[in-house]
């Protein structure tokens, strides 16, 4: 059979409830009928499970011609498909059958009847990221933030997923990492201004961690040629994709051997590989399927918009280094904190004096000296606080633990 010839169709089988063996039930069913090609991890949702199978087919009319693998895998003719479908939704005890998305029987079971996707794992990672990147986003109340370094930089993992990270609106590279069910995303963002504004701004590398072949064939033979096609279909890499790899690397060895991966066959290998290239690391792919985080991460919790404003400026402080880190006190002690605020103000005052009185500096207009001394005293009293704050916090612990 010419490869022309041959098509497929999208089978999804909704199963009522929580099924974690919907996949092999399916896959079961499927391979019981001889049928040519793959089954996808199942995904979960509040009501449902739902386990999303491609099927070779030898057109692409509205009820097709099944591919079957016959004996010494050679591809022969099925039935079609409507003579075939309720037969697997009966002995998949699947609720729903969808074929292309539309029920078999009826109309497709809305999102109230099937309920939201169970939670996805989402990780940030970059060298330059920064924590204030993230806690600054959309709808970050009630979140908590597992954060902590390695050698790729800052590794943050939120609770639950961000739609719209405020990092991407930054000028950063960084990773992000999402586990969807048994569906890993890579995505590698390029940001800078040597980029083309004309491509995206970053290449992604999905997988799907279970999906699997209903039936393996032989190499060399006509099913295996098939499922190989259907395979790099599934995997189809754009030419944006390459023009960004050119813009992450360098040209040289790495870059090709990240070319040659983004063409070669999907797997958890070759995405590690792929993020240890860009200097990303590969243990990511462990954190956001579960894996204990290092014994050095600490969470941060946001419970409102004010509060993400607070713990924005505490890890703002945190992350400061040099003149900045000098001007917000990163480190200091209370003791000191309280000295340096003390020191700060009574600085504001001789200067605000100054201002009013010296014939040179009483040309500053008035609105700016008062803007001025607003923010000099402000630091001055929000460091002064923070000293004695830290200064009682192991008195009031030991009064309370006695």
């Keep these: 059979m010419d490869d022309n010839e041959f098509s497929f169709i999208n089978l999804e089988f909704i199963f009522a409830g929580s099924k974690p063996e919907a996949a092999a039930d399916v896959h079961a069913v499927l391979a019981e009928h ?8 199942a995904r979960s949702r509040e009501h449902a499970t739902e386990v999303l199978a491609e099927l070779a087919t030898l057109n692409d009319a509205r009820d097709p011609v099944l591919c079957q693998l016959g004996p010494e895998d050679v591809l022969i003719q099925g039935p079609r498909l409507t003579e075939l479908a309720h037969n697997l939704k009966a002995a998949s005890g699947a609720r729903y059958v969808l074929i292309n998305g539309e029920e078999l029987d009826g109309p497709a079971p809305g999102e109230e ?63 992000t990492l999402t586990r969807s069910g048994s569906v890993l995303t890579a995505s590698i963002h390029s940001k800078g201004p040597l980029r083309p504004q004309l491509f995206p701004d970053h290449v992604s590398y999905q997988i799907d961690l279970e999906r699997m072949r209903i039936l393996q064939a032989s190499t060399g033979s006509d099913a295996q040629l098939l499922l190989s ?12 994709d390459y023009e960004i790899a050119d813009q992450l690397l360098a040209a040289g060895p790495a870059r090709e051997e990240a070319k040659s991966i983004l063409r070669a066959p999907r797997s958890a290998n070759n995405l590690k590989r792929f993020l240890t ?34 713990v924005t400026f505490e890890e703002f402080e945190r992350e400061a280094t040099g003149l900045m880190g000098l001007l917000s006190r990163t480190g200091w002690s209370p003791r000191a904190l309280i000295f340096s605020s003390v020191a700060v103000l009574a600085a504001g005052a001789i200067a605000n004096r100054a201002m009013k009185t010296s014939p040179r500096l009483s040309r500053v207009p008035q609105p700016l ?30 009064a309370k633990s006695s």
């Excluded at 330059?128 to 109340?141: A, G, H, M, Q, R």
């Excluded at 902590?148 to 405020?166: H, K």
């Excluded at 860009?278 to 946001?302: K, M, Q």
């Excluded at 704050?389 to 192991?394: C, F, H, M, Q, S």
């Design 229 to 240: 096609a259907m395979d790099e279909w599934n995997d189809g890499v754009y030419t944006d």
């Design 34 to 41: 001889r049928l040519v090609g793959f089954i996808d991890g």
């Design 277 to 310: 290239l860009h200097g990303y690391d590969p243990r990511s792919i462990d954190f956001v399927s579960g894996a204990p985080v290092p014994e050095d991460a600490r969470e941060i919790h946001v419970h409102g918009v004010l509060d993400s404003i607070r």
């Design 113 to 175: 009847q099937l309920g939201q996707y169970a939670p996805d794992a989402q990780l940030f990672q970059g060298a330059t990221l920064k924590v204030s990147d993230l806690t600054l986003s959309p709808s970050v109340e009630g979140k908590t933030f597992t954060v902590f370094r390695n050698l790729a930089g800052l590794t943050v993992l939120p609770s639950n997923p961000l739609e719209e990270p405020n990092v991407s609106r930054s000028s950063r590279p960084y990773l």
């Design 369 to 398: 000296r008062r803007g001025l001394m607003f923010f000099w005293y402000s630091d001055g009293v929000y460091y002064l606080a923070r000293g004695v704050k830290e200064a009682l916090e192991p008195v009031l612990q030991q």
